[in-house]
């Protein structure tokens, strides 16, 4: 185990842990809503420090991110537990695993030898996904420490559930932050999330992009009967242009059943096609579609001149436009990081 960076002491032996937004009050001997946490003494400790569950190498468009270093390469990996437990993640052996006893068979990879091994695979930088990254804060701070030192980049594959306290410590040596943003009611949440308050998660995403300078994407995976409204569409599209700025990218990402949603449909393309014509006519420059392989909203078009600039199959890049950054046709500016 390690003790935890964010926590505070209570009466009766309880504390109260400050990574995510949950803020858990933990009993002697208990662990929070997230299992990785646990009160020994009145103190809390991770129980998944070092402790990897999955780990892979894969591009950056898998996380998905388009506007950062396309093509690049990341050793991407998650371990065990999240604060939000969705019913129909696809990840759900991971984020929902009865981490004490999961742990006992995991692998554990330091800090140092996580980044070795980013460097030897030839990647670009280090990516925590999979599960729920906050949850991993001391190991992910040590790690990102050790990649800034190495000229490694970093990012975060995560839900947005982050503390401001959280997310300043790991502010300065995080590059790149990956949002889930999984509707625009209350209901929604409730129903995927299990918590009452998203306000808070592009509160997050801004904070990163505004305090941090961390390049910002956000995906909205697109769950019938669930998110998939035009009422939905619209406000997740006018909330990212109002706290984010109408450059930020936009995934609007197909739902497959599983877990306990496997009752549902897989969504229509022509409902994601409808979410992505809504977050254009918001004013939001670059909506795309995820989940649909050789659709053309896969694809990255000028702002300036609408002529195609990068083709994508999945996660390949086909053709690439791009010029240090611009259109090679008009010279506009893509924003992002090329």
């Known amino acids: 185990m390690k003790r935890a960076l964010l ?52 591009p950056i468009e898998k996380k998905p991110m388009f506007h950062f270093y396309p093509g690049s390469l990341w050793l991407s990996l998650g371990s065990y537990g999240c604060n939000f437990r969705c019913p129909g993640c696809q990840n759900w052996e991971l984020a929902h695993a009865k981490v004490e006893k999961a742990v006992k068979g995991s692998r554990s990879i330091h800090p140092e030898d996580l980044v070795r091994m980013a460097e030897n695979q030839g990647c670009k930088g280090i990516s925590w996904t ?14 990102a420490k050790l990649a800034r030192e190495r000229g490694l980049l970093t990012n975060y594959v995560t839900n947005g559930y982050i503390t401001p306290e959280a997310l300043d410590l790991m502010g300065p040596f995080l590059d790149s932050f990956r949002v889930d943003v999984k509707g625009f009611t209350q209901e929604a949440y409730r129903y995927l999330a299990h918590i009452d308050d998203f306000s808070s998660i592009l509160g997050a995403a801004k904070r990163a992009k505004e305090k941090w300078g961390m390049h910002v994407e956000i995906v909205t995976n697109v769950t019938p009967e669930i998110n ?84 994508r199959y999945i996660f390949d890049i086909i053709e690439n436009y791009l010029v240090d950054g611009k259109c090679s046709y008009c010279g506009c500016s893509i924003p992002g990081r090329f």
């Open 7 to 58: 926590y505070e002491k209570l009466e009766q032996g309880k504390a109260q842990c400050h990574v995510c937004q949950r803020r858990c009050i933990i009993p002697g001997g208990k662990s929070g809503y997230c299992q990785t946490r646990v009160n020994h003494h009145g103190e809390v400790y991770s129980l998944i420090y070092g402790k990897v569950a999955s780990m892979a190498v894969s």
């Open 130 to 143: 999979y599960n729920e990254p906050t949850l991993w804060l001391e190991y992910t701070l040590d790690g």
């Open 228 to 311: 998939d409204s035009e009422e939905q569409f619209q406000g997740i599209a006018s909330l990212i242009r109002d706290s984010l700025g109408k450059d930020t990218p936009w995934h609007v990402t197909r739902f497959y059943p599983h877990h306990h949603l496997a009752h549902l449909s897989t969504t229509s393309i022509e409902v994601l096609e409808k979410g992505r014509q809504i977050g254009l006519k918001e004013g939001l420059a670059f909506v795309y579609l995820g989940n649909v392989p050789g659709h053309e909203g896969e694809n990255t078009y000028c702002p300036g001149c609408r002529k195609l600039l990068i083709r």
